[in-house]
């Protein structure tokens, strides 16, 4: 059994928030649980102070899962993103993993610790 929520919030042009929650708990087989964590929590607050100009901040939570041979931790994710656009080209700038904390989605294949940083130029036709 579970429950997933999603709010979807725009307090007025320059600001959206959006967020989701799912909450999981499989009871018919033990084996179904592995690397399902009971709890996610996502919010993304999106501010545009500008026509051209965004600023992301996904905040996302995972509470701690059981792999085949250990628990994965909890962990706390922050990516804050700024995007900007003109004409038919966007960029923007990322700041994945600011708090460097371990997060571990497959039992064996940790995604890295340590802040990193993503730059994307687009061009659409």
């Known amino acids: 059994y579970g429950v997933e929520n999603t709010l979807q919030w725009t307090s007025f042009q320059e600001f959206h928030l959006q967020a989701e929650y799912t909450y999981v708990v499989s009871?018919?087989?033990?084996?179904?649980?592995?690397?399902q964590p009971k709890h996610r929590l996502?919010?993304?607050?999106?501010?545009?102070?500008?026509?051209?100009?965004?600023?992301?901040?996904?905040?996302?939570f995972r509470s701690s899962a059981q792999g085949?041979?250990?628990t994965?931790?909890?962990y706390w994710d922050i990516s804050p993103k700024l995007?900007?656009?003109y004409k038919n080209y966007s960029a923007f700038f990322?700041?994945?993993?600011?708090?460097?904390q371990r997060q571990i989605e497959n039992e064996g294949f940790p995604l890295p610790e340590e802040?990193?940083?993503?730059?994307?130029?687009?061009?659409?036709?």
């Open 94 to 100: 990322q700041i994945r993993n600011l708090l460097e």
């Open 27 to 35: 009871e018919k087989n033990k084996a179904e649980n592995f690397y």
């Open 72 to 74: 994965m931790p909890a």
């Open 115 to 125: 802040r990193n940083y993503l730059l994307s130029l687009q061009y659409q036709f």
């Open 68 to 70: 085949f041979s250990e």
């Open 42 to 60: 996502f919010l993304n607050p999106q501010i545009m102070p500008k026509e051209k100009l965004e600023l992301q901040i996904p905040i996302s």
């Open 83 to 85: 995007i900007t656009r």
